[in-house]
C-alpha cells in the first residue's frame, strides 16, 4: 500500500542551525501539508502546498520556515535558524484530491526535531 | 473560525467497557468536513472516518460508531466492548473545505483525548 515516508525518523540539532525535513508524499498525490505536534499537545497547521506553491499557511510559519518540492516527488520542509521552540514531531501529509476520494490527508510516521 | 474542542483530555476504563469520546465544533461554513484520527503510542496519525456536513447519517465501523448532530454541533466517537489495542489518543477535526479537492485546505484538529483502556 502506498505510503507517505518522511526523513529523518529523528533529528537533533543546536539552536540556530538549519534544518531540513523531507517528505516523499504518495506519487500521484497533488496536495500536501506540513503539520506539528509538540510533545503531548494537538496538531497544528503549519502550511499547505499545491501547484508548486503555497495554499495556506498558518501564524507558526513566519519567514524562518520555508517549503519546497525540488524534483517532482520529494516535499521539503527547511527551517533557516531553529529555535527550543521548534522541538516537536513534524508530520507530512498529501492528498490526491480526487472527486470520490474520503477527503483523507495520508500522514507520514513523522519526523522528531529536538533542538538543543 | 473553525474551531474543534475535545473537553476529556483522558479516560481511563477497564477493556470490554464501551466508551464515548466527545467533540464539538465551531464553523461559520455550511459545508465542511469532520474527520476522527486515532494516534497510537508508535506516533503515527491513522485516518478513522470523515463525515460531510450535509450527511447526518450515524456510522458504525465494526466497534467504532460516530453521532453527527448538527443540532448540537458535535460529531461523537463510541468504541465498544474496548479492547487494550485501543488505546491511544484520539482526534477530532475539522475542514472547512474538502481538502484536497478545490484547494489544498487545511484540516484543524482539536487538541485530543487520551483513551487508556486497563486490561
Known amino acids: 500500500e502506498p505510503e507517505v515516508t518522511q526523513t529523518p525518523s529523528h533529528q537533533v540539532t543546536q539552536m540556530g542551525q538549519e534544518v531540513i525535513l523531507r517528505c516523499v508524499p504518495i506519487?500521484?498525490?497533488?496536495?500536501f501539508y506540513w503539520y506539528r505536534q509538540i510533545l503531548g499537545q494537538k496538531v497544528e497547521f503549519l502550511v499547505s502546498?499545491?501547484?508548486?506553491?503555497?495554499?495556506?499557511k498558518s501564524e507558526i510559519f513566519d519567514d524562518q520556515f520555508s517549503v519546497e518540492r525540488p524534483d517532482g516527488s520529494n516535499f521539503t520542509l527547511k527551517i533557516r535558524s531553529t529555535k527550543l521552540e521548534d522541538s516537536a514531531m513534524y508530520f507530512c501529509?498529501?492528498?490526491?484530491?480526487?472527486?470520490?476520494?474520503?477527503?483523507?490527508?495520508?500522514f507520514g510516521e513523522g519526523s522528531r526535531l529536538t533542538v538543543l | 473560525a473553525q474551531k474543534v474542542t475535545q473537553a476529556q483530555t483522558e479516560i481511563s476504563v477497564v477493556e470490554k467497557e464501551d466508551v464515548t469520546l466527545d467533540c464539538v465544533y465551531e464553523?461559520?461554513?455550511?459545508?465542511?468536513?469532520l474527520f476522527w484520527y486515532k494516534q497510537p503510542p508508535s506516533g503515527e496519525l491513522v485516518f478513522l472516518i470523515r463525515?460531510?456536513?450535509?450527511?447526518?447519517q450515524n456510522e458504525i465501523s465494526g466497534r467504532y460508531s460516530w453521532n453527527f448532530q448538527k443540532s448540537t454541533s458535535s460529531f461523537n466517537f463510541t468504541i465498544t466492548a474496548s479492547q487494550v489495542v485501543d488505546s491511544a489518543v484520539y482526534f477530532c477535526?475539522?475542514?472547512?473545505?474538502?481538502?484536497?479537492?478545490?484547494?489544498?485546505?487545511?484540516?484543524?484538529f482539536g487538541s485530543g483525548t487520551r483513551l487508556s483502556i486497563r486490561p
Open positions: 506519487s500521484n498525490h497533488l496536495y
Open positions: 501529509a498529501s492528498s490526491s484530491g480526487r472527486t470520490l476520494n474520503t477527503g483523507e490527508l495520508f
Open positions: 463525515r460531510n456536513s450535509f450527511d447526518e
Open positions: 477535526a475539522l475542514s472547512e473545505s474538502f481538502p484536497g479537492y478545490s484547494s489544498a485546505s487545511k484540516i484543524i
Open positions: 502546498f499545491y501547484n508548486n506553491e503555497i495554499s495556506e
Open positions: 464553523t461559520r461554513d455550511t459545508t465542511y468536513y
